[in-house]
């Protein structure tokens, strides 16, 4: 063997060990919140984990599949209507409430991903931020009334832990969303590797050398559709639990813009990204708010422009800048 | 004889860190030098223009405080942005009570916000006091007995309404204009109250529009040609004014009734056209800082130097100041009934212990009253008309009936 | 009958409201292949300083010029300063900047001026409502002045060479460069031109909706709809696909769905019309060479 390849092997030996501690050590950092912070430190946390999948589901259909969908917000409503409805109308626990929702939305994700085939680019983000505009007009809408709980929306309630643990309900909530998230970015990190990630990526940068290379368009990016549609949708479940609240109002047309925001901030095409971009619009607006009680939205604006100057890869993009000039490729 | 000054001097030391350490923390919120209260408004999003309300209470806590505060405390006045979001509401409120600890949450704003932290409030047993909406719900104490509203509820204001009408036109055919949200569906909910089985044949017609709609012309035009002889309009502000204009350019001259929400002269019937107006019928509880009827009155030219010596380049049309100087008046008279005991419990019961409190900006006669089974402080408003100059008060002072 | 009428006569005046907004959008597609969201909220800033000058006593149509030219420089700088530097970064983040220049403007409009609405005045005011009251003067004139500017927009960019240069540099950089266009300051003009009409828009639309900071909030969702349905490659398309969503949205809230889906049936009927012509009515699909 020559001492470049030997060193090679070396270093292949050495890479999955420190990818491994890495690992370690941020599933570590983030159990520990459970037991060091306040209820509503936890309660933020929460928000950031739920987002993050959300996130997760957006990037899979437009980092990484070039649809650009700015309609996810509606996909999160609809999880965390059917999660609230089963909740409240027919006492499914909430655990059960997430493949449910995962189902459902998967099955509307498909049925958007359809028509979506035909669509591309700006017509594409138009279509779906007209599925967003109407969210609210159709949870209000009389007839469904009945289920929706119209605009008075649904109370539900945290769930307690399982008996035997001494936790409160928020540090519950916090490490089950902790594992759903884990399991989500597990799921998707191993869609992503592989023949099918290569597939996903080749469609995204060049849709007739893929299909030429016999990538079968129609089929992949319907299912990609249903697969983000459900991340975000069991996403949206959870955020009802976490909320305790449904209603018409939380999902206007600026959650989606806000989902996409998070997507570009935290880096399209990046699973770090997710909870970057999470983070940033969780606290973010809260600091916007106290810099400025006038203009709030104005320097929400502004930074989030700074951020994209500085950053127009996302954080993840940056991040991933900075590891390759240290050297970790 | 060491013995006992050590035991002495240690006893005297033990009462003084025990005083120290009452006077920390009275109360949740409250020390010997400081209240704190919190509350959560949009001060960003479509619906920032309430943020108004929240500026107005700021200002005005502060001159309270440059007075020397109350009961020698200062209050602080903390108001987060929830931009009229709900889980934003949640997430701000639980802050509020789990982080900054106030004593209560004041004036919070948004019915779909505050229904969000409705339960948790009356949970963590936290006085949610002076809800900023019109909602019928905040005066539920039976369910919610750590909740309390403020202004008429929108849906005893549509009684009072459909009554009218009974009494003038008794076959009425009624059309209804209403936003599409629980501000507007308040209105077609007390409609229905009075008119029970008869809405079906009374109402000839119902619309809704969205806030995101640009103009609702289309919405008056289907109106005009369902053959309604009168018009109740539970719209805000911009599409009140819209209707306004729209109905008298197509020359349609029902019986039109406005929602008490728009009727500033500034904010609505001068941008429509005060000519166009003429004969509109609403009903109020507060003075319209425009009408000239209140050009020098006692209680409005108060709250025009609060203005003027707190928020100079405010706009006085605004009818947001207006209203969080009112609410911030009332609060004022429940802290003052508190004496020293600013304990939770105390607050809500001084709260439900209001008697014929009057504040300076309600129309003449408004008292307002609580008790442990009455959580509407102020349920009396009056009906009035539009001369096209001024709005022209009549009647008498009409309380709502109980929902 | 006549109420259908009224309806489809309400339908064509808002459609106009969309119709102006929805060329805009065209010209800044055109100019950059990128869709500004915050072209509304630019236009509503550009309204509220043509009202400021008329409140200080300057006479309408001075007014309506001097609005018009400071939002042609302002659209200038936003490109040349803020959207310069993105020039080398992904579309998506474009797209964020825009984002974040529409909170910027909606914020500080509403801080600067107060969220209350004015009345703002209409250059063709004065006589009596026409036909019956369902169309006002005004509302046939500002579709007098859209069409116009559809005119002017359809003239520049097919028969001058500097229309031409323009779509050179959305189209292909690279080449245009080549070629000797200046493509920076294409794209700048392109910006400039499109606060204009804006500021057209804006000023157009004010007198029917009355002027707050949210006023095009809620005109942009349907100017959006209007200009793809339309093809936002084709100028006219756009104001054909404003006018159509503005009759669509009417007649099927009046008639079909009621208010309370109204927005929901227009969109899903664009949604239908773009899965059969994913270009739009009168746009061209563009074919590119792999």
């Not at chain 3, 020039?87 to 600067?112: D, K, M, Y």
Request: hydrophobic share 50%.
């Amino acid at each position: 063997m020559s001492v470049s390849s030997s060193l090679a092997a070396t270093s292949a030996r050495a890479r999955p060990g420190w990818r491994a501690v890495l690992l370690a050590l941020g599933a570590a950092a983030a159990v520990l919140p459970a037991f060091l912070l306040s209820d509503y430190r936890l309660f933020q946390l929460t928000t950031v984990g739920i987002y993050a999948i959300a996130l997760l589901g957006l990037n899979v259909v437009t980092g990484y599949n070039g649809q650009i969908s700015l309609g996810h917000g509606a996909f999160y409503a609809l999880g965390a209507y059917v999660g609230a409805i089963l909740m409240a109308d027919y006492d499914v626990p909430y655990w059960a409430t997430l493949p449910a929702a995962a189902l459902v939305c998967a099955g509307v994700g498909y049925a958007v991903g359809l028509p979506a085939l035909r669509l591309g680019g700006l017509y594409l983000a138009l279509t779906t931020f007209a599925l967003a505009v109407a969210v609210p007009q159709i949870l209000k809408y009389r007839g469904l009334e009945g289920w929706t709980g119209g605009v008075q929306g649904i109370v539900i309630s945290k769930p307690d832990p399982p008996a035997g643990l001494k936790l409160s309900p928020d540090q519950w909530l916090y490490l089950f969303t902790l594992g759903v998230a884990a399991l989500a970015f597990l799921l998707v990190w191993n869609l992503l590797r592989g023949r099918i990630g290569r597939a996903i990526l080749a469609i995204r940068d060049h849709p007739v050398a893929a299909e030429a290379m016999g990538v079968p368009l129609a089929r992949f990016k319907t299912r990609i559709f249903a697969v983000s549609a459900m991340l975000t949708g069991v996403a949206g479940a959870l955020g009802a639990i976490a909320v305790e609240f449904v209603a018409p109002d939380s999902f206007s047309f600026q959650l989606s813009i806000t989902l996409f925001v998070g997507l570009i901030v935290g880096g399209v095409a990046s699973l770090g990204g997710a909870v970057c971009g999470a983070a940033f619009i969780v606290f973010v607006p809260n600091i916007a708010d106290q810099v400025s009680k006038a203009a709030p939205g104005a320097v929400y604006g502004v930074i989030l422009i700074a951020f994209l100057y500085l950053m127009p890869d996302g954080i993840a993009g940056l991040a991933a800048r900075l590891a390759r000039r240290a050297g970790f490729d | 004889m060491q013995r006992r000054s050590v035991l002495l001097g240690g006893a005297a030391l033990a009462a003084l860190g025990a005083s120290r350490r009452a006077s920390a923390q009275q109360a949740p919120g409250v020390t010997a030098t400081e209240i704190k209260i919190g509350n959560t408004i949009a001060y960003s999003g479509p619906a920032s223009a309430y943020g108004a309300i929240g500026h107005a209470e700021t200002a005005f806590f502060k001159m309270i405080n440059g007075q020397g505060g109350i009961a020698g405390r200062k209050i602080n006045y903390i108001t987060l942005d929830d931009g009229y979001s709900p889980p934003r509401t949640v997430e701000q409120t639980r802050r509020l009570v789990e982080q900054e600890e106030v004593a209560f949450i004041f004036n919070g704003l948004g019915t779909p916000t505050q229904s969000a932290v409705q339960r948790y409030m009356n949970q963590k047993k936290v006085p949610q006091l002076f809800v900023a909406t019109g909602a019928d719900k905040w005066g539920n104490y039976k369910e919610f007995p750590w909740t309390m509203g403020w202004q008429p509820s929108y849906r005893t204001e549509a009684q009072i309404y459909t009554k009218y009408i009974l009494d003038q036109k008794p076959d009425a055919k009624v059309g209804m204009l209403y936003q599409n949200d629980d501000f507007g569906k308040d209105y077609v909910a007390g409609v229905k109250d009075v008119l029970g089985g008869k809405f079906d044949t009374t109402i000839v017609k119902s619309v809704s529009y969205e806030v995101t709609d640009p103009t609702v012309d289309s919405q008056v035009v289907t109106l005009q040609s369902a053959g309604a002889d009168v018009l109740i309009t539970a719209a805000t502000p911009k599409f009140a004014a819209q209707t306004i204009r729209k109905v008298a350019d197509i020359g349609w001259k029902p019986m039109h009734i406005m929602t008490n929400v728009s009727v500033s002269v500034g904010a609505v019937l001068q941008p429509a056209g005060p000519e166009k107006a003429i004969g509109l019928i609403s009903a109020d509880y507060r003075k319209d800082p425009t009408d000239p009827t209140w050009k020098d009155d006692a209680g409005m030219n108060q709250w025009r130097a609060f203005m003027k010596q707190n928020m100079p380049d405010a706009d006085l049309t605004d009818n947001d100041f207006l209203f969080g100087y009112g609410v911030s008046l009332t609060l004022m008279q429940v802290l003052k009934q508190c004496g020293e005991d600013f304990s939770r419990e105390n607050i809500m019961k001084q709260a439900a212990s209001l008697h014929d409190f009057e504040v300076p900006i309600l129309l003449p006669g408004i008292k307002l009253n609580t008790s442990a089974t009455n959580y509407h402080p102020i349920r009396q408003m009056q009906l009035m008309k539009w001369s096209g100059k001024s709005w022209q008060l009549f009647g008498k002072l009409i309380e709502g009936v109980q929902s | 009958m006549d109420a259908l009428l009224h309806q489809l006569l309400s339908g064509l005046a808002t459609g106009g409201i969309y119709a102006s907004l929805s060329l805009a959008l065209v010209m800044i597609y055109q100019a950059t292949h990128h869709v500004n969201f915050a072209q509304g909220e630019m236009a509503t800033f550009s309204t509220y300083i043509a009202l400021t000058l008329i409140e200080a006593g300057v006479p309408y149509w001075l007014a309506f010029v001097a609005t018009v030219v400071v939002s042609f420089v302002l659209g200038l700088l936003i490109q040349r300063v803020i959207m310069r530097p993105m020039e080398q970064a992904p579309a998506l983040a474009s797209v964020g900047v825009f984002v974040g220049l529409l909170l910027v403007f909606n914020s500080v409009t509403g801080w600067i001026w107060s969220y209350t609405i004015k009345s703002f005045p209409s250059p063709f005011e004065g006589g009596r409502p026409l036909l019956g009251g369902f169309i006002s003067p005004h509302e046939l004139g500002s579709t007098g002045v859209t069409l116009l500017v559809l005119g002017a927009v359809y003239l520049f960019f097919r028969h001058t060479r500097l229309g031409l240069a323009m779509r050179a540099a959305a189209f292909n950089p690279v080449s245009s460069r080549l070629v000797g266009i200046r493509v920076g300051w294409m794209l700048a003009l392109g910006w400039g031109l499109a606060a204009a009409i804006g500021a057209v828009a804006g000023m157009m639309v004010a007198p029917v909706v009355f002027l707050d900071p949210n006023m095009m909030l809620g005109v942009l969702i349907y100017a959006f709809a209007g200009a793809l349905l339309g093809g936002i490659t084709n100028p006219a398309g756009a104001v054909l696909g404003g006018f159509a969503v503005g009759v669509i949205e009417n007649i099927g809230g009046a008639y079909l769905v009621g208010t309370e889906l109204k927005l929901t049936l227009a969109l899903l009927i664009i949604v239908a019309v773009l899965v059969v012509r994913p270009a739009g009515l009168l746009g061209r699909a563009v074919a590119s060479r792999v």
